[in-house]
């Protein structure tokens, strides 16, 4: 903690960042906005922090402030990368202040931020329990499913918490958001909200670090996570997809390898 | 407000035998913004069409569907038909009650319901169609030309007898590509060089035609009719402005044993050279790795004995821009190197060569003046194998397919041998003789019957040297059905063709797409086996696959109409269905540019009016796109649309279903 | 005193079911507790601040307005129907009932909407008074009490530790409730217990004074740097009710809803020219807090909040309305 | 009164017409009497309705034909969005949906007597329309009129048949004109931008009140003026635009401080706005 | 078994699937043609939505069909390595390799969601597999029934 804090502080210090994106030291640990060096001195990381500070990347009055630290455990580290290869960070314009559980682990440019995931969390996997509860779900009916859906879906407000949380959504103008045509509908009933979140989940293949923002903001406890792991897994073991490691990496949907699976074709 | 008009096509009895047309069109009548509804006996006859063009004037439509045929038939029938009525053409769309319809179901209920079920959708469609204009673009009447081997220069000629200019573009210090290397050609045996070199002379004197030797296309920038080419001119270190090609310099240059690559190794050359006599243009170069005073510092010779000064050795790689409206790729091939046949000396037999080889010692300007001596010892080879085959219909050392002109020459090869060396033996192993050609497989048959070729079928497995330079050649006779061993002089390998190191990277800089192999890929293989994915860009010659001379002067001639057809009008027309990129909510992922098969979709930079970049999007290339509709499907905010397919229109069909 | 002891809620339900009203409670699912629909054999979780506040029963996330059969050339009309079913909110929390005075004030200061006071006619509210509150409680601090009986029909009190409840009715739809469930209701002695000790935390008219007058303050950019712009404060919120218009339409029929909508959102402002009054989120936080605490009691004479804390609770980003009014009172002192 | 506040009533386009590019008018007739009396029992100039088509929603704007005028309603609108899109290709004959009239209106009785200066931009005279139109068929009861009406170009002028009515008119100045570039050959108004003429025509501020409609730029360059001139905050008048989808002062979309648009609006005095943080307009 | 003929309430009509397909124009809207013109017959319950290629659909307009009321959705384009666009196919091919998977967790499964490849020359394949979809979906039943992706009505 003393380090990351004393990081922050010296970026700060030396004008080399205009504000440190990190997590406030009180309960629920929220998210902290240090302007001057000695706001530093409230920054705080552990294991209950849930949000990932990289959605503030896409933020206006976040990028009319650049450049920008931010306090990053693995699954924000990876969304840096993800931001990076989508053009969506200018070169030079973030930095990252890596931490994990209790150590600080140095401040990194984007390129530096590729270098410590490859050297040091290669092997990141999703949670063993949420693959589970895949795996538990597809083991029920398509009938089954479609009911676990029905009841979870049902209860969305359409407050869209998951879409501000997450990184990857940073669209000035969301699809859900486009009228003419109105693909998606906006009322909060049933089949909107399925769309709305079945569309959501497919726009993050293959650019989800699975670091499960938007489950922990949704109000209603939806188990949105189940949707991104499906995808998570099936695009690692489809085409070798490990978003958030390669700042040059191509999209996975918009880019295609003659190998490519296609035994579900007729 | 939408004014349309739907037409029921009977087609005959072909549509209305099964789909009740009467009360299609009834239907159709009484869909939101239908204003007329009509069936006919025939749409597409002028009756018919008449009256859609009579509906169109008389009830102000604004929109038409024709319930008939396929569009695939009759789209372009009805739409001009709409054009002359004053109708944008593009705001006419066609149900297919024919092909997808009555032709495939019996029950006249159910196809009933199934044509206006699918007239309904193309009406819901057509409502939101918008006038589309054909996409002009003018087009720049000049033509580049990669690749200065016969299929380069052949196309150039007809493109400039054409009356339009050519950019010849070869990476070599001369033109003439392998067909100058060849002694004489199957299956007439006329002399390569005699046939070649007048028209490599034409080529480099036509006035249509501006001839860039060693030198390459660095990058392309544009799209069909308008690219710019950045050509990158390699130093030569003598200027031809003032060389007069007099020789002095060459024959002077004290660097002496560099193996020629004109003549596959087997002669030398010096430093300062050009690679044959004939050379088109005849100007020497300098070749920089081997020359001691653009290594060391050291020598300068040339230039003491260069009457006219022509020596530059500060000379530089010099990059030009050309504006051309059309390519041509005819960058050729080369042969397949056999070191990977370990089996075969893996390279390291010096009396085991390849067909150029022995084009080059079999010709009368070759190393060894059109006499056949063996690369080791120079000595006259008593007993020569010949071997199909080598590297092609392998895939598990060499490449799958079938290079098509070895076995030709190996029996041009066999032929040429045995009348040179009248006591020689010529043994040819094959695994089948494909002579399809006209006057090939007579030009064969003379080789075994009237020259004496020994054709065994079967494959060699091993080759080995003896110690007393012979060659043992085991193989096997696949018809005798018994092992075969030759003590060979010299074994000539009919090595498999394959693309030109470099041609995949030609290929991208051009978006044109290439096979597994590295051949570039037409556009269609029947019906467009000339033109490439990339609009504008043609193929001719060995890059696209493997060919002899007659087809690859066929094929490039056949490109020299394509882009003189392509030029014949001052603009190009082309279909309005493209791709746009609404800028405002564009987030610049980049998802588009990744995804686009043709390099359409581009960062663009919006500026303000100083010129200052506020941020970045992603812009289509109208010349460019060819309006699969990719981009946008990958587009996560729906910030990019494709005409004639948007999503207003995909949105208003599904609703309508 | 009416009583009834706080495991046999349930009990309570199921006579209120059966009495014709459609009952609606807070039940935990998934971990997450929320005001649903009661039905025999759910368990109803009294102690907790639902997720969602009681406004759902009465001014549904999304509802038809208008009905259009679409027609050959055009359309008609088609009826909508109002339903107004006879619901009982049981266990609501007091700024859940008193957010209701809030919510009728808009619904009905000129134009009055039917089908929410048709709803509000129907309903019954039960709260139950709070005997513990959590950091992100402050109804003290804009009027309200944890036993506050505002808006509310009848109350239950705990007593007895919590073991029992003693329910008082406050209006005629609470005696008729009472009358309803009386099955299930004891007469007895009950030591009421405590209610939760809530603090002042700021004084909502001083912060309503700073807010009229520092609408330009550079306080806004700096106190909405976290807010991510989603919708779970106003979604959330007993008194939010800002609404959205939208058609959906198959090929027959146009519906015509009214849909939630949220001024954290930044599409709620902006025009079809591309124009935004409200360009970034510190003009839509400081919308949200001044309509809450100038803009509403200046012309409803009540505030937008009641303190139940939900906005804070359930925001991911730990924006907390009461600590910004701590700070804004600060500012004007 | 119905408290079914988002029912609309059935309005049938009587004629439409192109003012200029994009902008379209109808003349709108009531399907029931009783709608038609009870919309002009209500009515006064300034109002606003809300104009709907089936599937894609409602659009606001104003009423643009004078309640001396009982018969039908006219309203003018550009294409900007999805609705008005719809809109626009309706024709004669077709049916909309309407709600209204809503909001506040001009106070023209409190006028009665003083002399009107109205001052509109591109497609803003629509709302002034009404109040003209009003003005001229009680024309005994006001003092001078005059009106400066200004677009970007001649062609983007509306109402080009009235604007000639009232420029024939002796009981009224009108004056037009188009921003430097926008005249044709045969244009016989001004050229230049609106606060440029204003300034040059200098009408009086004596007993007088301003209506002022336009673009933002136009307003805000055009107050600088009118204040030089004399005019007073409450006496200088004019609309706001806000977005809005109630109407009825539910929705929140129109809050400006502490007003809603759509119900304590869409007529302010310059007084009135003063008082609104500019901000959030 | 109860006596049948007693029975007084009318059959239910037997269901027959609505089945949207989306289709490139350049192969499997021409094998459809050539399936016409081969006048292979089939099952009458599919309705093409034709698209320049493959790589044009999104997967929004298959979540839009089945809301639509749609039982089952075919998509069908170019053979690998036939596209007209060179990769259209390619790019839509690993789509709905996630795609498929992600509905497949909501309950759509591989009775709903059909994909192929359909050349400009497989008439008969086209013909086919109209007939092998309906029938699979004749048994999956309606897809309004069990779905929280319909439309409510």
Redesign the interface.
């Known amino acids: 903690m003393k380090a990351l804090r004393e990081a922050a502080e010296k970026l700060l210090r030396e004008k080399r960042v205009s504000l440190v994106i990190g997590y406030e030291d009180r309960k629920g640990r929220p998210a902290f906005f240090a302007a001057k060096p000695e706001d530093c001195g409230r920054l705080a990381y552990d294991a209950s922090c849930r949000q990932n500070l990289a959605a503030y990347l896409g933020k206006p009055e976040i990028r009319a402030r650049l450049p920008v630290a931010v306090v990053a455990p693995p699954a924000v580290l990876r969304s840096i990368v993800v931001l990076t290869a989508e053009s969506q960070l200018p070169p030079g314009q973030v930095l990252a202040l890596a931490v994990d559980g209790d150590s600080f682990l140095g401040t990194f440019d984007a390129a530096g931020v590729a270098e410590l995931l490859r050297a040091k969390y290669s092997t990141l996997a999703p949670e063993p329990a949420l693959l589970e509860r895949v795996q538990g779900l597809l083991q029920k009916s398509p009938a089954e499913r479609a009911a676990f859906w029905e009841a979870e879906f049902s209860k969305c407000t359409r407050c869209y918490a998951c879409r501000a949380a997450c990184p990857g959504c940073y669209c000035s103008r969301c699809i859900v958001e486009k009228n003419a045509p109105q693909w998606i509908s906006t009322a909060a009933l049933g089949h909107g909200n399925y769309t709305w979140s079945v569309m959501r989940a497919f726009h993050q293949s293959g650019r989800c670090t699975l670091c499960g923002a938007c489950e922990a903001a949704c109000p209603q406890g939806l188990p949105l996570m189940l949707l991104n792991a499906v995808l998570d897994r099936e695009a690692l073991e489809e085409f070798g997809s490990r978003p958030g490691y390669d700042p040059e990496a191509k999209p996975l949907i918009g880019s295609w390898s003659a190998d490519d699976d296609h035994s579900y074709m007729r | ?2 004014r349309i008009g739907v037409f029921i096509c009977h087609c005959g009895e072909n549509i209305g035998r099964t789909v009740d047309c009467a009360a299609v069109s009834a239907a159709a009548a ?5 204003v007329v509804g009509m069936d006919y006996k025939y749409m597409c006859s002028d009756p018919g069409q008449q009256m859609i063009r009579k509906a169109i004037i008389e009830q102000k439509l604004t929109g038409v569907v024709v319930g008939a045929c ?3 038939m009759h789209e372009r029938t009805f739409r001009a038909a709409a054009a002359e009525a004053g109708l944008n053409p593009y705001l006419l769309e066609m149900a ?1 009650l ?4 009555s ?5 006249q209920a ?2 009933t ?2 044509a206006i ?2 007239v ?2 193309m009406v ?1 469609k057509v409502r939101r169609n918008r006038p589309l204009r054909p996409i002009r673009v003018p087009v720049e009447p000049t033509a580049l030309v990669v690749g200065g081997g016969i299929a380069g220069i052949q196309a150039a000629l007809d493109i400039a007898a054409g009356g339009k200019k050519v950019v010849l573009v070869e990476s070599g210090p001369s033109i003439g590509g392998h067909m100058a290397r060849l002694s004489e050609t199957f299956p007439t045996l006329d002399c390569s060089q005699c046939i070649l070199t007048p028209r490599m002379v034409e080529a480099a004197s036509h006035p249509n035609i501006t001839l860039m030797t060693y030198s390459e296309v660095a990058s392309v920038e544009g799209f069909v009719g308008n690219f710019t080419v950045t050509i990158r001119r390699k130093a030569r270190y003598v200027d031809p402005a003032k060389c007069t090609g007099c020789g002095d310099c060459f024959n002077k240059c004290p660097i002496k044993k560099i193996p020629n690559e004109f003549d596959a190794g087997l002669g030398l050359r010096r430093a300062i050279y050009v690679p044959f006599p004939q050379a088109v243009p005849n100007k020497p170069v300098i070749d920089a790795a081997h020359c001691t005073m653009l290594q060391k510092g050291k020598c300068g010779l040339c230039a003491k004995v260069c009457p006219r000064g022509a020596i530059d050795y500060q000379d530089q790689d010099r990059l030009e821009k050309v504006k051309v409206g059309a390519v041509v790729l005819a960058t050729g091939f080369q042969l397949w190197d056999h070191a990977a046949y370990g089996e075969y000396g893996g390279g390291r037999l010096r009396d085991v060569i390849d067909g150029f080889a022995f084009e080059r010692l079999a010709s009368a300007s070759g190393p060894t003046a059109g006499l056949i001596k063996r690369p080791s010892d120079g000595k006259e080879p008593k007993t020569v194998v010949f071997l199909q085959c080598c590297g092609s219909r392998d895939d598990k050392v060499g490449k799958k397919y079938c290079s098509k002109i070895c076995c030709m020459y190996t029996a041009k090869h066999a032929m040429l041998y045995r009348h040179k060396v009248h006591d020689g033996r010529a043994v040819v192993f094959y695994m089948d003789v494909r002579a399809a050609g006209k006057g090939y497989e007579e030009f064969v048959r003379r080789a075994i019957e009237a020259d004496g070729a020994e054709y065994v079928r079967g494959r060699v497995s091993r080759i080995t040297r003896r110690r007393d330079g012979k060659l043992v050649v085991l193989g096997a006779d696949t018809l005798a059905g018994r092992p075969v061993t030759i003590d060979a002089d010299l074994v000539v390998l009919a090595d498999a063709v394959v693309p030109r190191p470099g041609s995949e990277k030609l290929a991208q800089l051009f978006g044109v ?1 290439y096979d597994q192999d590295g051949f570039y ?1 037409e556009a269609h293989p029947k019906l467009r086996p000339v033109e490439t ?1 990339a609009a504008g860009v043609f193929l001719a010659g060995a890059c696209q696959a493997p060919k002899d001379i007659p087809e690859t002067v066929s094929q490039a001639s056949a490109a020299a109409a394509k882009v003189l057809g392509l030029f014949a009008k001052p603009e190009l027309e082309r279909e309005p ?1 493209i791709a746009r990129v609404n800028r ?2 564009c ?6 540019i ?2 686009c ?2 390099g359409a979709a581009k960062d663009f930079d919006i500026v303000d009016r100083a010129g200052k970049v506020l941020r ?1 999007v992603a812009d289509v290339n109208e010349g460019l796109c ?5 981009c ?3 587009c ?4 990019v649309d ?1 005409d ?2 948007t ?2 229109q ?8 | 005193m009416k009583t009834i002891e706080t495991r046999r809620l349930p009990d309570l339900a199921q006579a209120l079911s059966a009495a014709g009203y459609c009952v609606v409670a807070p039940i935990e699912e998934g971990g997450v507790v929320r005001f649903r629909e009661w039905a025999p054999g759910l368990a109803i979780a009294p102690g907790a601040v639902p997720a969602n506040s009681s406004k759902d029963f009465l001014f549904p996330r999304s509802e038809v307005v208008a009905r259009f059969a679409l027609e050959p050339g055009g359309f008609s009309p088609a009826p909508v129907e109002r339903s107004a079913v006879k619901t009982v909110v049981l266990c609501a929390r007091p700024c859940d009932a008193a957010a209701l005075t809030a919510l009728d004030a808009v619904f009905n200061w000129d134009y009055r909407d039917g089908a929410y006071n048709a709803r509000r006619q129907a309903m019954t509210v039960v709260s139950l008074a709070c005997s513990k509150a959590d950091e992100h409680c402050f109804c003290t601090s804009v009027g309200g009490a944890p036993d506050g009986v505002a808006g509310a029909d009848a109350i239950l009190r705990p007593a007895d530790g919590g073991q029992l409840l003693v329910l008082d009715e406050l209006t005629e739809k609470g005696r008729a409730l009472a009358q309803a469930a009386a099955g299930t209701l004891s007469e007895g002695p009950a030591a009421l217990d405590a209610p939760a000790v809530l603090p002042r935390r700021f004084d909502s008219e001083a912060v309503g004074r700073w807010l009229a007058a520092n609408f330009e303050s550079p306080f806004w950019k700096e106190a909405a740097l976290a807010c991510l712009g989603c919708g779970a404060c106003a979604y959330a919120c007993p008194v939010c009710h800002c609404f959205d218009l939208q058609d959906e339409t198959d090929h027959a029929e146009c519906r015509r809803l009214r849909n939630w909508d949220s001024c954290g959102f930044g599409l709620f402002t902006l025009h079809a020219s591309g124009h935004n009054p409200r360009p970034d989120q510190s003009a839509r936080w400081r919308q949200r807090v001044m309509h809450k605490f100038s803009i509403y009691p200046q012309k409803f004479k009540t505030l937008a909040c009641t303190g139940c804390g939900r906005c804070s609770r359930l925001c991911q980003a730990g924006m907390a309305i009461a600590a910004t009014c701590e700070r804004i009172e600060a500012l004007g002192r | 009164m119905n408290d079914d506040l988002y029912k609309p009533f059935l309005m049938r386009i009587e004629t439409a017409r192109d003012e200029a590019p994009d902008v379209r008018t109808f003349r709108l007739k009531f399907a029931e009497e009783t709608e038609r009396a009870e919309f002009f029992q209500r009515y006064r100039v300034g109002m606003f309705g809300l104009y709907g088509v089936p599937g894609e929603g409602e659009s606001t704007f104003c009423v643009a034909s004078p309640p001396t005028r009982d018969g039908y309603i006219e309203c003018t609108f550009r294409k900007v969005g999805r609705v008005t899109q719809a809109l626009q290709e309706l024709e004669a004959g077709q049916a909309i949906t309407f709600r209204g009239p809503y909001g506040n209106h001009f106070p023209i009785e409190d006028w009665k007597g003083r002399d009107l200066l109205f001052i509109a931009g591109g497609i803003a005279l629509p709302p002034m329309r009404s109040v003209i139109w009003n003005i001229l068929d009680r024309r005994a009861e006001f003092g001078k009129v005059t009106v400066l009406y200004g677009a970007r170009t001649a062609a983007d002028l509306v109402y080009k048949d009235e604007l000639a009515d009232w420029a024939a008119r002796p009981d009224v100045t009108l004056v037009t004109t188009v921003d430097p570039g926008g005249q044709t050959p045969d244009w016989k108004g001004k050229v230049g931008f609106v606060p440029a003429v204003l300034k040059e025509l200098a009408p009086s501020a004596q007993n007088c009140v301003a209506v002022l409609c336009g673009p933002p730029i136009m307003i805000k360059l055009t107050l600088p003026v009118l204040a030089g001139l004399g005019f007073s905050a409450k006496d200088i008048y004019t609309t706001l635009e806000n977005r809005m989808k109630c109407g009825v002062g539910k929705c929140g979309r129109c809050n400006v401080g502490s007003v809603y648009v759509c119900k304590d609006g869409p007529v302010f005095t310059l007084e009135d706005i003063s008082r609104l943080p500019a901000g959030d307009m | 078994m109860m006596k049948t003929e007693t029975s007084t309430a009318p059959a239910p009509a037997a269901f027959e699937p609505r089945i949207t397909a989306f289709v490139c124009n350049w192969c499997t809207y021409a094998g459809a043609d050539l399936a016409g013109t081969s006048r292979l017959q089939y099952a009458s319950n599919m309705r093409i939505i034709k698209l320049p290629c493959t790589g044009r659909i999104d997967p929004l307009f298959v979540l839009k069909a089945f809301e639509n009321g749609a039982d089952a959705v075919l998509v069908s384009g170019c053979h690998p390595g036939d596209c007209h666009y060179t990769s259209g196919n390619y790019h839509a091919r690993r789509r709905w390799t996630l795609f498929r998977k992600l509905l497949a967790l909501t309950g759509i499964g591989d009775d709903r969601l059909f994909f192929s490849w359909v050349s400009a020359a497989e008439g008969q394949k086209f013909a086919d597999l109209v007939n092998d979809v309906t029938a699979k979906v004749r048994k999956a039943g309606p897809f309004c029934a069990v779905h929280p992706g319909r439309r409510a009505s």
């Not at chain 2, 024919?98 to 319809?101: L, N, P, Q, S």
């Not at chain 2, 032709?103 to 029950?107: D, E, T």
């Not at chain 2, 060819?626 to 990719?630: K, M, Y």
């Open positions: 407000m939408a009484k869909m939101p913004g239908v396929s569009p695939r297919n024919r092909e997808h319809c032709w495939v179901h019996s029950n159910e196809a319901q199934k079920d699918l309904r959708v819901a797409g890929s994915a269905v405002t909510t987030a610049h992922c980049r998802a588009c990744s995804a098969p043709y970045a060819q309006g699969c509709g990719t946008a499907s990958v996560r905010s729906h910030s494709l004639g397919f999503d207003e995909i949105h208003a069909e599904l609703n309508a279903l």
